[in-house]
Structures are given as structure tokens and as C-alpha cells.
């Protein structure tokens, strides 16, 4: 169930262990529960919450059937009925088996050193937003391409749509927040921040996002296993290209 | 019956809005994609159980007016969730019962007399081609069901191919004797247990705080309508508008089938099964899922309002659900021998 998820095998550890601090366990309603892990969206997060994701998920936990990371939290979905009946609440229950795994050491996922070149033309009707953007920052807009360029980012994780992915941290220069008008739709493929974070729209989609580059990227294949292209927590930086490359490399979107 | 792997479901009129769906399309959150699944859990259930399915079968949701259809086999089938009027061959069909129909004999859903979604279970399940684990039907990705999209006139749904080694029921040596459209099992007490007609359950939210002291005085003191602008995405709700003591920011987190979420506009949102798998709006309260199936069978316009329970009653309400399931897969298996 977890296929896009790297398990880790019980009882060994990969790369080193780590322990967590300051974590809490939430109810989500009465079928849910939430491991928050942090209030800072970042790369340190993203890895905590990572292998709090793959730890989880391989711990053999009853009656949970979907472990859902997000940026600073981890939320178990679970089947109040695979818990004993008189022993408390079903989200008692969990509460505490999953303090327990997270009481001690956990094992932290290997760090993946390989960087993915994302190709991505910027500007013109591809990115209408850059020359904005570097209005905002007080850049040019070739240094907008620069930064958000230069660097690799990490994949934090994947929402809002299918293969919708979220990558960070952008460089603190372009720091700019949401378009006051969200646009009625956003082509796909639009290569987009804000707020410090970048997202690539793997489906055309309204948005308030702002619009910088377009990748001819498909990040999503409902027929693969998993079906997303890279798995959170690649390292990823994005490889400026011209209209002609983009014509040349656009891939069908299913 | 015909045997062999073509059997299908003919659709003759395809109703406002039919769609494939299971238990939905568990495991795929993490990459962004939502469980979608039946609106209305219990109906979903409970029609499955009265034809002998498991739970998780796939059955067809239909919105605000039901199908016509035909089978090409004799096909055990079962109507549960709102009441329509259902008719084979002119004769009514009984709801929240199995009822075997003979093939090529028209199904038809007429006039509904209350709620929003009927549920249409037949024995073994539609077969159409899973996707990422579910046959759910995810509209917006076009993907699932059948074909990744509604029901349309002319579609051939396929039927699981019928199990030869399972036992001749009853209604299939009834059927061969009487010369009938179909035949129909005793009806069951398959209704929604412990109705509180628009009392919809909630435990507060982790924002529930956040919210000034009139908001939360309003959110349990006023109704809210359901507005026309709701799907299976989630239900807006209009009312009295519910604000924070100040401006929050929040960092997108993990949402649940009947989160209630409230944008910067003040109108909450419950979120339904066709949800996105994370949501950055302040959430004020979560819908103990026991009145999920009720909510789902609420129509725009209806009026809600909002009772606070602790969690541990929302959980025992669930459990209790549960429960009567229990019961009622049991009468059901003991209705088809």
C-alpha cells in the first residue's frame, strides 16, 4: 500500500538513527490521528517528517491503512475497528503505540546525494510572473532565473493535486507571497512560488500562485508504480531551457 | 445465468450524475492523491452487504436522479441510500433489499422522494479496471471508474464474472419457476441508526481556539445552508460568518473526510470524499464521521446545524455504526440462503 514510501526493514537501522523532540499526536477527527513534528516549513523538516513517514509506515501498526505526510506533519489514517474494545479509545490506542515508537531512537532514511536537473523555460508566456517577481524582489529578471536555478532544493511532498509536488527552500532573495488575484487557470506544467516555496501545476489549474517558468515535464502517470516521477525527498534543481528545448522535450500528460 | 467475463450493465438513460465508486483509493495521499471513494459510507455498505459483496466493492453512486438500465445476465442487485422510485418491467422495485433481476429487463429510477445519493450494488461488483488499487472515480483527474468520468448513455459497465462454484440462491430458483421481471429478498431495517434529523456532530478543530468567542457562539448556535456551489469535493456552507481573533498562518496539513475548514471569507467548508489530501485554512471543527453518511445525503439548500460532541462519544458513535453493520451483513447473508 505504501509502494512509493521507502520502508525501512524493522529493527535496522539505515544512514543513523535520530531522536525526535518536541513532537505531539493530535486526533484528526475519530479515524485519523496527526504527528506534528515542527512549525517551520524546511529541508530539516521535510527529512524528519520523511522518516517519520517511512518508520511509521513500516511499523505494522493495526488497523492504520494510509500514512500521509505533509510539511512539518505525519497524519495515520486508521479502522477504529482493529482496536480491543474496552481498553480506551481506538485513538488512545494508537496515541500510545506510536509514542512509544517515537520515544526512542528512529531510523533516519539514507541521504540521497543525487540532484535531478528539472528543465524549466522561463519568462514570456511561459512564465508570466518572473518580471513581476523581480520587480517585487528588486532583481533582474536574469537573476530571478539565476537563483531560482542555482541551487538544489529538496521535494517536501506531494498535495492539493495528484503529482502536485512542493519543493524548498527557495533562496531567501526571491521571498514573495501569493498574487493578490489568483489567475482562473494556470497552464500545466507552470513552474511556480511563493511564500518560499516552489510547486510545479502537474494539471492546468486556477492559482494564486506566482508564475515564473514552465517545465515539459510530466510529473505524474496514473499507470506507473508509483505513479510519481520522483519520490519526496529528491534532490532536485531546475535547468533553464529555451522555447525551442521546450517544444522539443514536451511530454504527453495523462 | 450467462457465465464468462462479458457480462455488463447496459445504460439506456445515464441519470444527472453516476459514477463508479469503492471504498476509495487508499494509500496514494502521499502523492497528492485524494481517496475519493462513496460519499455516503454506510449506503455504500449496506447495499454490498445485501447482495453478499464485501464492503469495498464497487457499486454506482447516482446524484439527485437515478439510471436506466439492463443486464445481460440475471443479476442480483440492491438499491440502498436516498428514496427513489425504482421500476423493472413497470413493476416497483423494492429498495434496501436484494432483488434479482432478469436480464435484459429495464431498470428504471423515477422520482426521489428524499435525499441525494442512491446507491446500485450487484452481486460481485462492477469490474471495471482499478487504478492505483480503487475503481473509485476521480472526476477531476479523469481516471478510475468507468473511463474516468460519469455514466453516459450507450456505456457497457462490466460486470465481475459470476462465481460458478457459488451456491443456487433462493431468488435464482424463484426467478427460473415464475415467470417474473424480477424477483425481490425480504426487506431489511437497513436505516441509518441514532437520527438526529439536522443535528450534524463535531469535535472541535485544533484552530477551534482561534476563532473569536462570537464565531464560536455562531457555529453552534445558527444553521447553515448548503450551498449549490458544493460537490464531492466538499460541502460550502453559507451562514453566519465565523472569524478569527487574528490572522493566522498556517502551514498546509493533512485533512480528513469531514474536516471543516474556514477560508478568509468566513463560510466553512466540510470537506467530503473527493477532498485534496492536505488543506491550509484555520479548521474549526471535525464531523464525527457516524453523521458523515447523513450529511452526504443532505441536498443544497438543506439546513445544518452544528452539535458539539467530545471525541470520545464521536468515536463510540462510529463504533455503534459499526455495530449495526455487523448486524446487518449478518441478516443479509441470512436473507440470500
Keep these: ?254 | 445465468m450467462t457465465r464468462g467475463p462479458f457480462a455488463h450493465m447496459q445504460v439506456l438513460q445515464p441519470g444527472m450524475f453516476s459514477v463508479v465508486q469503492d471504498l476509495g483509493r487508499l494509500g496514494h495521499q502521499h502523492h497528492g492523491v485524494p481517496v475519493t471513494g462513496a460519499m455516503d459510507e454506510w449506503s455504500h455498505r449496506v447495499a454490498n452487504m445485501l447482495v453478499g459483496n464485501a464492503d469495498d466493492a464497487a457499486v454506482l453512486e447516482c446524484t439527485l436522479t437515478g439510471p436506466a438500465v439492463q443486464f445481460s445476465r440475471d443479476t442480483l442487485l440492491a438499491v440502498c441510500g436516498a428514496q427513489v422510485r425504482i421500476t423493472a418491467g413497470e413493476r416497483p422495485v423494492p429498495m434496501g433489499c436484494a432483488v434479482l433481476l432478469r436480464r435484459g429487463v429495464t431498470l428504471a429510477f423515477g422520482e426521489r422522494s428524499s435525499g441525494a445519493r442512491m446507491y446500485l450494488a450487484v452481486r460481485g461488483g462492477f469490474a471495471t479496471t482499478p487504478v492505483l488499487g480503487s475503481r473509485s472515480t476521480y472526476l477531476p483527474g479523469n481516471f478510475g471508474g468507468h473511463e474516468g468520468r460519469a455514466l453516459r448513455k450507450n456505456d457497457r459497465v462490466p460486470l465481475a464474472p459470476s462465481d460458478p462454484d457459488a451456491p443456487t440462491l433462493v431468488l435464482e430458483r424463484i426467478l427460473v419457476q415464475s415467470g417474473l421481471p424480477f424477483v425481490a429478498a425480504a426487506r431489511l431495517g437497513t436505516e441509518l441508526p441514532d437520527g438526529s434529523p439536522e443535528g450534524v456532530r463535531f469535535i472541535p478543530g485544533p484552530q477551534w481556539n482561534a476563532f473569536s468567542a462570537e464565531a464560536r457562539e455562531r457555529f453552534v448556535s445558527q444553521p447553515f445552508a448548503i450551498s449549490s456551489r458544493s460537490n464531492r469535493m466538499g460541502y460550502r456552507l453559507e451562514g453566519p460568518g465565523l472569524r478569527l481573533t487574528k490572522p493566522l498562518e498556517m502551514i498546509s496539513e493533512a485533512t480528513s473526510f469531514g474536516t471543516v475548514q474556514v477560508p478568509p471569507d468566513g463560510q466553512p467548508i466540510v470537506l467530503m470524499a473527493d477532498r485534496q489530501s492536505a488543506g491550509g485554512y484555520p479548521k474549526i471543527a471535525y464531523v464525527a464521521s457516524a453523521d458523515l453518511p447523513r450529511l452526504a445525503q443532505a441536498l443544497p439548500g438543506a439546513s445544518i446545524r452544528f452539535t458539539p460532541v467530545a471525541q470520545q462519544a464521536a468515536e463510540q458513535a462510529w463504533l455503534d455504526l459499526e455495530d449495526r453493520l455487523a448486524l446487518v451483513r449478518e441478516m443479509a447473508a441470512h436473507a440470500l440462503t
Design chain 1, 1 to 254: 500500500m505504501q509502494d512509493a514510501i521507502p520502508t525501512i526493514p524493522p529493527g535496522r537501522a539505515c544512514g543513523f538513527a535520530h531522536r525526535l523532540t518536541g513532537w505531539q499526536i493530535e486526533p484528526v477527527g475519530d479515524r485519523c490521528l496527526l504527528v506534528r513534528l515542527g512549525d517551520q516549513v524546511g529541508a530539516e523538516a521535510s527529512r524528519t517528517v520523511q522518516n517519520v513517514t517511512a518508520y511509521l509506515s513500516s511499523a505494522g501498526l493495526p488497523g492504520v491503512f494510509d500514512v500521509v505526510p505533509a510539511f512539518t506533519t505525519v497524519a495515520l489514517h486508521y479502522q477504529p475497528l482493529a482496536f480491543a474494545r474496552g481498553q480506551g479509545a481506538a485513538s488512545l490506542q494508537l496515541a500510545r503505540r506510536i509514542e512509544r515508537l517515537l520515544g526512542a531512537d528512529i531510523p533516519a532514511l539514507p541521504v540521497n546525494d543525487q540532484v535531478i536537473d528539472i528543465p524549466a523555460c522561463y519568462g514570456g508566456e511561459y512564465g508570466p510572473d518572473l518580471e513581476d517577481v523581480a520587480r517585487r524582489c528588486g532583481l533582474t529578471a536574469d537573476e530571478v532565473v539565476g537563483l531560482h536555478s542555482a541551487t538544489p532544493m529538496s521535494l517536501y511532498v506531494y498535495f492539493f493535486s495528484p503529482g502536485n509536488p512542493f519543493f524548498g527552500p527557495v533562496d531567501p532573495r526571491l521571498k514573495v507571497p501569493r498574487r493578490a488575484t489568483p489567475r482562473l487557470l494556470v497552464e500545466a506544467g507552470s513552474v511556480a512560488i511563493a511564500n518560499g516555496i516552489t510547486s510545479i501545476y502537474q494539471t492546468a489549474l486556477p492559482g494564486g500562485w506566482n508564475v515564473i517558468a514552465r517545465t515539459p515535464w510530466s510529473m505524474f502517470d496514473v499507470t506507473k508504480t508509483p505513479p510519481t516521477r520522483m519520490q519526496p525527498g529528491a534532490r532536485v534543481r531546475f535547468h533553464p531551457i529555451s522555447p525551442s528545448q521546450f517544444a522539443q522535450m514536451q511530454e504527453p500528460r495523462s
